[in-house]
C-alpha cells in the first residue's frame, strides 16, 4: 500500500468524526505551510502527527499545488483532526515525505466516498472574525515571542542607559554654569564657552538619539535659558532633565512589564503543551532566561547611573544583556534534556497549579 493510500484511508476513517469547529485563515506575505500547520496543529515538521496534518490541508485546500508555494491572501480551510482517532499517533509512512503528489491522490482517493462529509464540514467554515484574527495574533506572538522580548529588551536597555543621571549630569551642568555667571564667578564668553563644552559632550554620549530625544532639535538648540520673565531663566532647563528624568523611569517600569510579560508568556505555554517533559523545557527556559534577564538588568542601571554611556556603548550592553538572557534560557533548556535525570520541575514546584 503506497503512501496515499494509507493517509486516505486514515482520513476516511476520521472524517465523518470531527465536531469541532474548521477555521479560516488568510495567508500573509512571510508565511509558510509548515508554519500554519505547526501553529494550527500544534506538530512540527519532524514528528508523526504534522504529515497527517499536512495531509488534511492539501485534500481541504485543493487551490493549493505545491506545499512548498503559498500565495498571500489565499484563504485556507484548516480541518481540526480528531485527537481520539488513530490519525493522531499512526506512524507516517516512509515514503510520505518524499511524494508531493499525495495530497492530490488523497482528495482523489477520498471524494467519491466521502463527498458528503466533506460538504458538511466544507460549508461549517466561518468567515474570518475577530476571534479567528485573534488566534492567529497570539500563534506569531507565540512563535515570535523569543525575538520580540530580545529587541524590545535590548531598545530598553540602551535607550534607558541614554537617558540615565550620568548623561544627563552633562544638561544640569548647564544650569550650575548659568548660576556661576549669574553670581559673577564666570564671564559671558566663560560661560558660553563651557556651555557648548558641556553640550557637545552630552551630544556625543547620545549620538543619533539626540534629535529623538529633543523633539527634533540640537540639544544646543534645545537647553537655552529662558528670556522670558514669566518663566526662571533655567525653566527650560529644568523641562527637560524631568522629561528624560520620566523617560527613565518608564523605561524602568517597561522593563518590568517585559520580564512579566515573559513570565506570562511561559506560564501560558506552560499550560497549552500537552507534553509534561515540554512543560518543564519551558519552566527551566522561562526561569533562567528570567532570572539573568533581572540580573544583568539591574548590573547595567549600577553601570549606566556611575558612568557616562556614549550610545555605541549603551546599545552594545543592552545587545547583549538581551542576547545573554536569551541563550540562557536554552541553555537551560539544553542541559534539562541532557541530563541523565529529569526532575518533573513543573510538578515539583506546584507550577502547574498557577499555568492552567
Known sequence: MDSSETIARLLE???????????????????TLSQIIAAFYDTHYDQPQYAFAQASVLYFNPQISDPNHIAPGQVLRLMPLPH??????????????????????????????????FDRLQHSIPALGPEE????????????????????????NAFGGLVGQSNNAFIAEVKMLYNQKQQGILTSSQYQRARQKALAKYAAKIGPFEKILFKGKTATEAIRISRTKAL????????????????????????????????????????QTPSWHEKN???????????VG????????????????????????GIGAAVASLAAGKSAK???????????????????????
Open 232 to 271: 526662571p531663566a533655567t525653566a527650560k532647563i529644568d523641562s527637560h532633565l524631568g522629561r528624560l528624568t520620566t523617560i527613565a523611569n518608564n523605561l524602568k517600569y517597561g522593563g518590568h512589564i517585559l520580564t512579566a510579560a515573559g513570565l506570562g508568556m511561559g506560564c501560558y505555554n506552560i499550560a
Open 294 to 317: 533581572v540580573g544583568t538588568g539591574i548590573a547595567l542601571t549600577v553601570y549606566f547611573i556611575a558612568t557616562p554611556t556614549g550610545w555605541v556603548t549603551a546599545l552594545a550592553l
Open 84 to 117: 481520539h482517532s488513530k490519525l493522531a499517533s499512526c506512524t507516517v509512512p516512509d515514503d510520505f515525505h518524499k511524494d508531493r503528489r499525495v495530497g492530490k491522490a488523497t482528495r482523489h482517493r477520498l471524494e467519491p466516498q466521502y463527498s458528503g462529509a
Open 281 to 291: 523545557e519551558i519552566f527551566v527556559e522561562t526561569l533562567l532566561s528570567t532570572a
Open 133 to 156: 484574527e485573534a488566534f492567529w495574533a497570539l500563534a506569531w506572538l507565540q512563535e515570535n515571542y523569543d525575538i520580540l522580548s530580545t529587541s524590545a529588551g535590548s531598545g530598553i
Open 13 to 31: 476513517s476520521a472524517l465523518n468524526d470531527i465536531t469541532a469547529t474548521p477555521m479560516a485563515y488568510r495567508v500573509k506575505s512571510g508565511d
Open 334 to 356: 539544553y542541559v534539562y534534556n541532557m541530563s541523565n535525570e529529569r526532575i518533573d520541575l513543573v510538578t515539583g514546584s506546584g507550577i502547574y497549579k498557577l499555568c492552567q
